[in-house]
């Protein structure tokens, strides 16, 4: 079993509240989390992008050209941030301008001229220049996160290990600082025991009954 099925404990497990929402508080809880202050989403289709790959498997053999894209997307959903610009706006107190560049890692599958199928790692970077609130200073800093999702399901090869591509992306921005948060608590969660998979293959056969029913007919 598991948190959704068969939960012989629910009211000390995830899930919707049923009934009064402060049964069953009993502390409060110290825990450190990643406070998100602002956040904010991008989504796009980007046409025209080239990507370069640099490695690629299986290395028993070396792919030879011409290559045939078949898709790629993002290995990780964390986005690499460089060139980190933040600069306050006079006008909107919290308020900053942030400017940095975004790289996403993506895998991207090919086939060769030989019909042998490869993944090859890529990188694909693009710029971002948004609006987002800044908290105050403090001894504890700020971070810029991002989340990413990228999908290309487009693509032409177009000659040394490049690929031209149309992408799907999406990214996350946000503002988070590490803090030691109190809430309100339930207690600790009760883990049911985990229900193995099986597939019977004789369940239909054991289904039957043991004798047929009903006598001779004439």
Known sequence: ??????????????????GNPLGGLNERVCIQV???FDACIRQETLENENIVVTAYAPTTSTPSEPFRFVSAASSTYVGIITNLVIEPLSDNKGCSRCRFNI???LNVIF???AN??????ADLTVAADILLFIPEPSIMPFEIDTV????????????????NVTCCLTIITKVVIEVELLVPSYGYCF?????????????GAFDLPLFPSG???R
């Open 148 to 163: 990413v999702n990228c999908n290309c399901p487009e693509g032409s090869y177009i000659g040394a290990n490049t690929f």
């Open 1 to 18: 079993m598991s948190f959704l099925n068969n939960n012989p404990r629910p009211e000390r497990t995830p899930g919707p509240i049923n």
């Open 116 to 121: 042998t199928r490869y993944t090859g790692t």
């Open 103 to 105: 790289t996403v890692p």
């Open 111 to 113: 086939v060769d001229a």
């Open 215 to 217: 006598g001779i007919r």
């Open 34 to 36: 990643k406070k998100v």
């Open 191 to 203: 883990i049911p025991p985990c229900q193995e998979f099986t597939e019977e293959v004789c369940t």
